[in-house]
């Protein structure tokens, strides 16, 4: 739980980057984009049940290594923000945790005569 914490904080300073650094539009408007999903992503993957939305933000940390490349004309210092973000990030999310409870085990639970929840 402690890495989506984290993962949630790196989203805010993406989210609050442009205006502390000096970054062009395009960088800023991609960080203004990318931080809040991730933010979300994040909150959605604290709880046990939702643990494994962590993988999106897998997939996002990764396209922050390479966007730099692909949206192109970033300087130096915006190219080292998103990408030391993006490794944090994928090295974060891929954090599993502590499981500390069963679930129901979905729809096959139903036909079930001892599902795994009551196990």
């Known amino acids: ?50 643990r494994n939305v962590r993988y999106v ?3 996002i940390g990764v396209w922050l290594l390479v966007a730099p490349w692909v949206l192109g004309d970033h300087s130096t210092l915006e190219t080292l923000n998103v990408m030391a973000a993006g490794v944090l990030i994928t090295g974060l999310s891929l954090v599993k945790g502590k499981i500390e ?9 139903l036909l079930e005569e001892t599902p795994e929840h009551m196990q």
Not at 4 to 14: S, T, V
Not at 18 to 28: C, F, N, Y
């Open 57 to 59: 933000n897998t997939l």
């Open 101 to 109: 409870n069963r679930f129901g085990g979905g729809w096959r639970s």
């Open 1 to 50: 739980m402690w890495a989506r914490f984290i993962n949630i904080g790196i989203g805010l300073w993406l989210m609050v980057s442009p205006a502390v650094l000096p970054l062009s539009e395009k960088a800023a408007e991609h960080q203004y984009l990318v931080g809040p999903v991730m933010v979300a992503f994040a909150i959605i993957a604290i709880s046990e049940a939702t």
